[in-house]
Structures are given as C-alpha cells and as structure tokens.
Nanobody, 119 residues
Framework: QVRVVESGGGSVQAGGSLRLSCVVS????????MSWYRQGPGKKREFVST???????SFADSVKGRFTISRDNAKNMAYLQMNSLKPEDTAMYYC?????????????WGQGTQVTVSA
C-alpha cells in the first residue's frame, strides 16, 4: 500500500517563502515521478511542477522562476521550494506519485497541505 503525505503548508505574506515536503511510504521499490498540483478556492486542480526519476523537472508558467522542485530518493521525499509567493498562489497543494511497476502505471495522491498568501 503506497501512502503519500504532504507537509509544510502555512500562512505567509506576499513575497514570503515556504517549503513543502512530500514523503512516500509503502511499495516504492519501483520507479516513480513526483509532482505537485494545487487547487485554489473555486478553481480546478492544476499542475504546478514535476520531477522525474532521472531528475528532469518541469514547471507551470505561473510559477517558473519562483518555485523549485527537488527530491531525495534515499528518503523517498520530494520538496517544493516556493519563493516570492503571491496571493494567487493560495491553494491546497497536493503531491502526486506516478508509480511505474512492470509497465503498469498507478497514481497516488496525498491529502494536501494548505498554503495561504496574504497581500
């Protein structure tokens, strides 16, 4: 059973920083990509960033230059460093694991961590 848990959310003023963490437990012997998504009030869930098993990263245009993503494979963790935060970054942030085992792909989501940015 794969479990995904996020942490690190909180309330900050515009211009501030937060670092989100995502830890994966359970059956992690196979390779997995780690991604962050967010869902703001009244909005659909949207992609933020991803980091593949080889370290390749990608970002939504809205966060490029402000957010960075990293992972520690030994600890089964991923991090989202968020700088220069804006009120529009306010959202519930979710970590998603795309686990690939024997050519089968499954997605696992965490429960989310709330980020609130005040003007």
């Amino acid at each position: 059973q794969v479990r995904v848990v996020e942490s690190g959310g909180g309330s900050v003023q515009a211009g501030g920083s937060l670092r989100l963490s995502c830890v994966v437990s359970g059956y992690t012997q196979c390779s997995y990509d780690m991604s962050w998504y967010r869902q703001g009030p009244g909005k659909k869930r949207e992609f933020v960033s991803t980091i593949n098993t080889d370290g390749t990263t990608s970002f939504a245009d809205s966060v490029k230059g402000r957010f960075t993503i990293s992972r520690d494979n030994a600890k089964n963790m991923a991090y989202l460093q968020m700088n220069s935060l804006k009120p529009e970054d306010t959202a519930m942030y979710y970590c998603k694991i795309e686990l690939t085992c024997f050519a089968l792909v499954n997605n696992y989501w965490g429960q989310g961590t709330q980020v609130t940015v005040s003007a």
